[in-house]
């Protein structure tokens, strides 16, 4: 085996791979986050109940990323924990000369991807 890990990433990995086979689903996911393996901890939260997946995205945004940053606000927004304003409010502040919507508002409908 060429590839070096971490000794705690392997303990982590160990635990949640008895987890899975007793089929513990959710405390899989729990101990992946807790040993800081993100990537297998939403793996496995794609295969729980909605409300798990969303908790596993919003722990892994808020752990792995700078709060308040952009990624953090597009992960938080993906993950379900952030609602966006409605179209009344962008239209109702469009106006308004100290709206962050104001400049930027109808720009953003038309490049985000």
């Not at 987890?19 to 513990?24: A, Q, Y």
């Not at 945004?61 to 179209?87: I, N, R, V």
């Amino acid at each position: 085996n060429t590839k070096q890990e971490n000794p705690g990433s392997l303990a982590t990995l160990d635990k949640v791979q008895d987890l899975l086979v007793r089929g513990k689903r959710e405390k899989a996911v729990i101990e992946a986050l807790s040993g800081k393996e993100y990537a297998l901890g939403l793996l496995v939260a794609t295969m729980c109940d909605r409300s798990t997946f969303r908790n596993a995205a919003c722990r892994f945004a808020d752990e792995a990323m700078s709060m308040g940053s952009p990624l953090h606000t597009l992960a938080m927004m993906f993950s379900g924990h952030l609602e966006l304003p409605g179209d009344d409010t962008l239209d109702r502040n469009a106006d308004s000369s100290h709206s962050f919507w104001s400049n930027i508002g109808h720009e953003l409908k038309d490049t985000w991807r």
